[in-house]
T-cell receptor, first 113, second 111 residues
Framework: DVKVTQSSRYLVKRTGEKVFLECVQD?????MFWYRQDPGLGLRLIYF???????EKGDIPEGYSVSREKKERFSLILESASTNQTSMYLC????????????FGSGTQLSVL | GEDVEQSLFLSVREGDSSVINCTYT??????LYWYKQEPGAGLQLLTY?????DMKQDQRLTVLLNKKDKHLSLRIADTQTGDSAIYFC???????????FGTGTLLAVQP
């Protein structure tokens, strides 16, 4: 069974903390994505990666960075968490190519206090 | 830039048909998608349509595409309480088929 695993379901952090969100997929997918989901705004793409050590900015990259050292793992980093980064974060992966199905993790609900 | 819009909420009675609408802006999209998100879960692909098609049917699901108006709809026949979820429309753009998602429509099915 295909799997995208996000390390935490719920996370509470303080303003200014460095936060790591981890995502691992077991399907040998080339592409990996980080989205944030906010009520009334849908999903917005933060960063994506189409190969190891490659990364591309999405629509809202400010305040975030990513790391893809291994094909199966894509990390989202909040260098200095702020309250407006409180959100649901969703990781997804897919094979390279057009119309490749995206597989999503269950999400990490991050609260920044 | 690319933009995908949906109404936020739809309420139907069990057994009725549901129609969820979506408009998009990128006319070069090759594929358009419908995803479903159940409470506490990630998104799952429900169905998709190739841009040169007008309609696609898959059991209780019917997707209609009006490319001229850039309008996509998802019809669920005989809606069940288990269909209660958030439904996202998405368009694939660019060579990497990056997905741009809509705001999501919360479908509430009343027994």
């Amino acid at each position: 069974d295909v799997k995208v695993t996000q390390s935490s379901r719920y996370l509470v952090k303080r303003t200014g903390e460095k936060v790591f969100l981890e995502c691992v997929q077991d399907m040998d997918h080339e592409n990996m994505f980080w989205y944030r989901q906010d009520p009334g705004l849908g999903l917005r793409l933060i960063y994506f990666s189409y190969d190891v050590k490659m990364k591309e900015k999405g629509d809202i990259p400010e305040g975030y960075s990513v790391s893809r050292e291994k094909k199966e793992r894509f990390s989202l980093i909040l260098e200095s968490a702020s309250t407006n980064q409180t959100s649901m974060y969703l990781c997804a992966s897919s094979f390279r190519g057009t119309n490749e199905k995206l597989f999503f993790g269950s999400g990490t609900q991050l609260s920044v206090l | 830039g690319e933009d995908v819009e949906q109404s936020l909420f739809l309420s139907v009675r069990e057994g009725d048909s549901s129609v969820i609408n979506c408009t998009y802006t990128d006319s070069s999209s090759t594929y358009l998608y419908w995803y479903k998100q159940e409470p506490g879960a990630g998104l799952q692909l429900l169905t998709y349509i190739f841009s040169n098609m007008d309609m696609k049917q898959d059991q209780r699901l019917t997707v209609l595409l009006n490319k001229k108006d850039k309008h996509l709809s998802l019809r669920i026949a005989d809606t069940q309480t288990g269909d209660s979820a958030i439904y996202f429309c998405a368009e694939g753009v660019g060579a990497t088929n990056k997905l741009i998602f809509g705001t999501g429509t919360l479908l509430a099915v009343q027994p």
